[in-house]
């Protein structure tokens, strides 16, 4: 089983940043892909980035290029997200997810196995 639980949500203003943390447990953890994945209220759930086990290649979703930066620590067992230039439309519960080494920086939600329970993020205007 593998365990992953996201911290460093809040709520900021528009313009402002947050830095989210991934703590994975449970298996070797740098073996395996990483993502972030939002979901805002009535939506369904959507690719915001992700890394390969390495952390040699990253992908994002086009509305969080060059604002948002995904990173991972294996000797921490942790991945990172660094959010910058916070919008209002990026209010979302956000939930990191581990996949097999085989996915690379998969967008799709069905090819990774295990979730987080989320955390909150709110930007106000």
């Known amino acids: 089983q593998v365990q992953l639980v996201e911290s460093g949500g809040g709520l900021v203003q528009a313009g402002g940043s947050l830095r989210l943390s991934c703590a994975a447990s449970g298996r070797t953890f740098s073996g395996y892909a990483m993502a972030w994945f939002r979901q805002a209220p009535g939506k369904d759930r959507e690719f915001v980035a992700a890394?390969?086990?390495?952390?040699?290649?990253?992908y994002y979703a086009d509305s969080v290029k060059g604002r948002f930066t995904i990173s991972r620590n294996n000797l921490k067992n942790t991945v990172y997200l660094q959010m910058n230039s916070l919008k209002p439309e990026d209010t979302a519960v956000y939930f990191c997810?581990?996949?097999?080494?085989?996915?690379?920086?998969?967008?799709?939600?069905?090819?990774?196995?295990?979730w987080g329970q989320g955390t909150q993020v709110t930007v106000s205007s």
């Open positions: 890394i390969t086990w390495s952390g040699g290649r990253t």
């Open positions: 997810a581990s996949g097999p080494t085989g996915i690379g920086v998969s967008s799709s939600r069905k090819l990774y196995d295990y």
